[in-house]
């Protein structure tokens, strides 16, 4: 039985979805506000398989809230709020969310978008944990570690990290990396910002960041990672 946690401020609302996904099998904590979210992600975070969250609660901002999880779990997220703009939802999409639901919402309808963003979780639980010349990379934790010793990355570090080995096969143009990084403010990154977040990569990762072996500069091109 999957454990889902709602992270909502209405009572009445939290308890209707939790009454209705009760029905559909799943077992269902509720949080009235981040604090509690808290409580019950730190005394167990690994038995959630997916959070249902309001972006405004009476102690903080839900985006801000999912934004630090999702550096530390792949636990996926569904915001279920009543900022309904483009812009809202782009800022969502930013923070993490892997799905978001404007109110008011069908309770059906957010049932079908659980039961998909469950399935594409588990199809990523698949890769989880990468593989290359010393260097391991668990994509369902996002952790990163170099000859068994932890490498601490910044959320960014990370995100450009995890492009490059998703798409190992191929070389990333700059212009391909600076479309989809964003820093953790969601600010954009420049082009001599991303040779920052590089370096530092390299000086975390690399033996020798000089001669790198997992991430390769295309001359004129971009990044790849390790031997195509």
């Given at each position: 039985m999957?454990t ?21 099998g ?8 981040l ?40 636990v996926?997220v ?17 923070a993490?969310?892997d799905?978001y639901?404007?109110k ?5 309808l ?6 998909a ?6 199809g ?5 944990m990468?593989?290359y ?6 994509l ?14 910044s ?13 190992r ?7 391909m990396?600076?479309q ?17 977040y590089?370096r530092?990569l390299?000086?975390k ?24």
């Open positions: 999957k889902i946690l709602i992270v909502e401020d209405d009572v009445n609302l939290c308890g209707g979805v939790k009454l209705y996904l009760e029905k559909k799943y077992q269902v904590l509720c949080a009235h506000s604090h509690e979210a808290r409580r019950i992600t730190d005394k167990g975070a690994e038995t959630i398989a997916l959070l249902l969250l309001d972006c405004n609660l009476p102690d903080g901002d839900g985006m801000e809230f999912c934004r630090n999880w999702r550096q530390r779990q792949a996926p569904i915001f279920l709020t009543a900022r309904d703009t483009e812009e809202d939802m782009i800022r969502g999409f930013r993490g969310a799905d639901m404007a008011p919402f069908s309770v059906e957010l049932s079908e978008r659980i039961a963003v469950l399935r594409r979780s588990a990523e639980e698949d890769r989880q990468f593989c010349r010393g260097l391991a990379v668990d369902g934790k996002k952790q990163v570690f170099r000859e068994q010793e932890p490498v601490k990355l959320g960014t570090e990370y995100r450009i990290l995890e492009l490059l080995i998703d798409n096969s191929q070389v990333m143009t700059r212009e990396l600076l989809k990084i964003w820093d953790i403010d969601e600010n954009y990154v420049d082009e001599n910002t991303l040779n920052v590089i530092r390299r000086r990762l690399e033996k020798d960041p000089k001669n790198p072996e997992y991430i390769i500069t295309v001359f004129g091109i971009g990044y790849t990672f390790g031997d195509m």
